[in-house]
């Protein structure tokens, strides 16, 4: 059971707008600890999609972005496109744990 | 570029022990802390623990102290995890991956290409 919660799958049909919710606790995100997304193709590694809550690496698009509100997290993917079906994990730090923790996962499916 | 460059897959009999390596290239080994993150087929990402490349310290997991362990290289930039006592469940793709940021605030990039453990009679 992961400390962190998301749900098992999304989906959206092309162009439309989806959101992946990624709910802690007052030892992990509600403790201030930044939440950080990632994004795992089948096959592949996963890769770094934001950080620091709302952060994009260098390259990725604007059709990406992340917020965090007091023991939550959300990622918001618009204009989606049949490429961004994958798995998307959200990271944070556990202070009840002393060390890192991931969601359980979130498939999202293109339509 | 920053690359991490893991060893090749490993089949195991239950009660061995693996060991895994991860070489990096492209940055200043010593800088960065290195963690370990598996996943078992078809689950989720779970945090093994992780190394400093500088003075070797680590920080393992609470679920697997005591059958882990980490170490590094400095004269060949890799990072090694060695687990031990291995049953079916540890089976699963362990990957290495850089952290960037302050400690409790680690995110990971970029990540090893995955090497896969299979425990199997």
């Known amino acids: 059971q992961s400390l962190l919660t998301q749900p098992p799958s999304v989906s959206g049909a092309p162009g439309q707008r989806v959101t992946i919710s990624c709910t802690g606790s007052?030892?992990?995100?509600?403790?201030?600890?930044?939440v950080h997304w990632y994004q795992q193709l089948p096959g592949t590694a996963p890769k770094l999609l934001m950080y620091?809550?709302?952060n994009r690496p260098s390259g990725l698009p604007d059709r990406f972005s992340g917020s965090k509100s007091g023991t939550s997290a959300s990622l918001a993917i618009t204009g989606l496109q049949a490429e961004d079906e994958a798995d998307y994990y959200c990271?944070?730090?556990?202070?009840?744990?002393?060390?890192?923790?991931f969601g359980g996962g979130t498939k999202l499916t293109v339509l | 570029q920053v690359q991490l460059l893991q060893s090749g897959a490993e089949v195991e009999r239950p009660g061995a022990s693996v060991k895994v390596s991860c070489k990096a290239s492209?940055?200043?080994?010593?800088?960065?802390?290195i963690h370990w993150v598996r996943q078992a087929p078809g689950q989720g990402l779970e945090w093994m623990g992780v190394?400093?490349?500088?003075?070797?310290?680590?920080k393992y997991a609470q679920k697997l102290q005591g059958r882990v362990t980490m170490t590094r290289d400095t004269s060949t930039s890799t990072v090694y995890m060695e687990l031990s006592s291995l049953r079916s469940e540890d089976t699963a793709v362990y990957y290495c991956?850089?952290?960037?940021?302050?400690?409790?605030?680690?995110?990971?990039?970029?990540w090893g290409q995955g090497t896969l453990v299979t425990v199997s009679s």
């Open positions: 991956a850089r952290a960037i940021g302050s400690t409790s605030y680690n995110w990971f990039d970029p």
């Open positions: 492209g940055y200043t080994f010593t800088t960065y802390y």
């Open positions: 190394i400093n490349p500088s003075g070797g310290s680590t």
């Open positions: 007052s030892s992990n995100i509600g403790a201030g600890f930044d």
């Open positions: 620091g809550n709302n």
């Open positions: 990271q944070s730090y556990d202070s009840s744990l002393s060390g890192v923790v």
